[in-house]
């Protein structure tokens, strides 16, 4: 499975950003599909996932900002990001779970300055 993310960039404070993630290779049964991120001298945390079924799951710190999406006919998934914060900036990571495992991109940096 590869994962190819896209569409991060710098942005003010306030802006909207898109990202995209376009799932290839063996996708069977796919469970979720989500973003995380990364910012400096920080752990990796979950932005938000959505299931098959489309049931999406928010950090609570992006609720009301950010609206997760998906295609699985196109298997991608994008997240719409508004009235970004600078505590939003770092490494956006597509994420898929399955019952095979779970796999990474490589990330995407978006930064939103103050």
């Known amino acids: 499975v590869q994962l190819q993310a896209s569409g991060g960039g710098l942005v003010q404070t306030g802006g909207s950003l898109r990202v995209s993630c376009v799932a290839s290779g063996s996708i069977f049964n796919v469970i979720t599909m989500g973003w995380y991120r990364q910012a400096p001298g920080k752990q990796r945390e979950l932005v938000a996932a959505?299931?098959?079924?489309?049931?999406?799951n928010y950090a609570e710190s992006v609720k009301g900002r950010f609206t997760i999406s998906r295609d699985n006919a196109k298997n991608t998934v994008y997240l719409q990001m508004n009235s970004l914060k600078p505590e939003d900036t770092g490494v956006y990571y597509c994420?898929?779970?399955?019952?095979?495992?779970?796999?990474w991109g490589k990330g995407t940096q978006v930064t939103v300055s103050s």
């Open positions: 994420n898929l779970y399955s019952p095979l495992g779970k796999y």
């Open positions: 959505i299931t098959s079924v489309g049931r999406p």
